[in-house]
């Protein structure tokens, strides 16, 4: 069915339409709509708009992600599904690879997502063939790319479940991540955590990353700059202003 453009819930329903599609081309897990679901619920009370707390940790991902030494973006299932041409612009925009870790993996479903990326224009996607694995996991999200993930410094991991976040950081990287439950163990335990839809934030993400980026070519900022500004931004007083923004509409 063509959704028309006018329908109020035209982008959510437009996301649906590409976890199905994903979920019917093998990319994306059963449980992976469930996740979803659980997305949209906490999207409904923010009001499916971009807010400007989201904004502002929009801003501090994009300072790490340029002060990065090695960054890499961690993609699952449904992160594949709905913005496989969005993860191939940030890639080249930063210059770095896309590898592909799923929970529910199976070599099938790996190479199927490493392929999607492919064709969307990913140029390196890794996690077809891991050599390495993440301390302190006990399941198939453990395995990664010596050349990806284990060497990174900074991770950009959407939709992403506590345990790994947590691994992350033991393992002494950054992470940012999209979550749009402000309480999940994931948001509350990343350096940077964007509160909103996956949807909207990869665009945002590619705008700043460009304007930023055309600023430090033009000397308008510098590397200084980013790393105050980084320093700067609190995650747990941007979680809590979120949080305040949802009760508020409420009462
Ligand atoms: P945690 O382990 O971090 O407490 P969880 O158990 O809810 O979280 P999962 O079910 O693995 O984790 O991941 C789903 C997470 O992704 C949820 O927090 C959900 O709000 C979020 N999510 C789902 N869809 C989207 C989306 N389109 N954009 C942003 N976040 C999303």
């Known amino acids: 069915m063509t959704i028309p453009r ?3 819930r035209y982008v959510s329903l437009t996301a649906r339409d590409k976890l199905v599609e994903g979920w019917k081309n093998g990319l994306v897990a059963t449980q992976g709509l469930i996740a979803h679901g659980r997305g949209e619920a906490f999207d409904y009370l923010l009001g499916e708009v971009t807010t400007p707390e989201a904004e502002m940790a929009t801003n501090a991902a994009v300072c790490m992600l ?3 030494e090695k960054p890499v973006i961690s993609v699952n299932g449904n992160v594949g599904a709905m913005a496989a041409p969005e993860i191939a612009t ?3 925009l930063l210059d770095c690879p896309a590898e592909i870790n799923i929970f529910h993996r199976t070599d099938d479903r790996v190479n ?3 392929e999607h990326l492919e064709k969307n224009g990913c140029r390196k996607v890794l996690g077809s063939d891991p050599d390495a694995r993440l301390e302190g996991l006990d399941h198939a999200r453990a395995l990664c790319s010596m ?5 990174s410094d900074v991770v950009l991991v959407p939709l992403e479940d506590g345990d790994r976040c947590k691994a992350l950081k ?3 990287k950054s992470v940012i991540t999209i979550d749009l439950n402000p309480m999940s163990r994931t948001a509350v335990t990343a350096d940077v955590t964007i509160v909103d839809n996956l949807i909207r934030s990869m665009p945002n993400l590619i705008r700043v990353i460009k304007g930023y980026q055309k600023r430090l070519l033009l000397g308008g900022i510098t590397p200084e700059k980013l790393k105050a500004e980084l320093s700067s931004y609190s995650n747990d007083n941007n979680l809590k202003d979120t949080l ?3 009760t508020e ?3």
């Open 6 to 8: 006018s329908h109020p």
């Open 66 to 68: 340029l002060l990065a």
């Open 90 to 92: 940030l890639c080249g």
């Open 112 to 114: 199927r997502l490493v």
């Open 147 to 151: 050349d990806g993930i284990f060497t």
């Open 170 to 172: 033991a393992a002494g």
């Open 244 to 246: 305040k923004k949802i």
């Open 249 to 251: 509409k409420f009462s």
